[in-house]
């Protein structure tokens, strides 16, 4: 069983930057595709963006194109977020994953959870 730890959250005003970072531990990581979820409060979790495991194959959410940027280290067994111009509409906790699968990351693949990092974006 793999464990995920998120971290880099934190309070940032509107168009701000912050880095997330989920480091992997227990089983390496490296043939498996990653990804970014987040909910916000009231809401369900919903998908963020993800990355096989080359990280040659990277996708996001309509909401986040052109703002956030998902990369890997595998050498690091280590997947970050880094998310340029937030918006208050950003506000969530955020949470990594790792899929069954080495290209995909559908909910419905996810073996493992991290126990997510709140960002909070202000006005």
């Known amino acids: 069983q793999v464990q995920l730890v998120e971290s880099g959250g934190g309070l940032v005003q509107a168009g701000g930057s912050l880095r997330l970072s989920c480091a992997a531990s227990?089983?390496?990581?490296?043939?498996?595709?990653m990804g970014w979820f987040r909910q916000a409060p009231g809401k369900e979790r919903v998908f963020v963006a993800g990355?096989?495991?080359?990280?040659?194959?990277?996708v996001y959410a309509d909401s986040v194109k052109g703002r956030f940027t998902i990369s890997r280290d595998n050498a690091k067994n280590t997947v970050y977020l880094q998310m340029n111009s937030l918006k208050p509409e950003d506000t969530a906790v955020y949470y990594c994953?790792?899929?069954?699968?080495?290209?995909?990351?559908?909910?419905?693949?996810?073996?493992?959870w991290g126990q997510g990092t709140q960002v909070t974006v202000s006005s």
């Open positions: 994953a790792v899929s069954r699968q080495a290209t995909t990351i559908h909910t419905t693949e996810i073996t493992s």
């Open positions: 990355i096989s495991w080359s990280g040659g194959r990277t």
């Open positions: 227990g089983r390496t990581v490296s043939s498996y595709a």
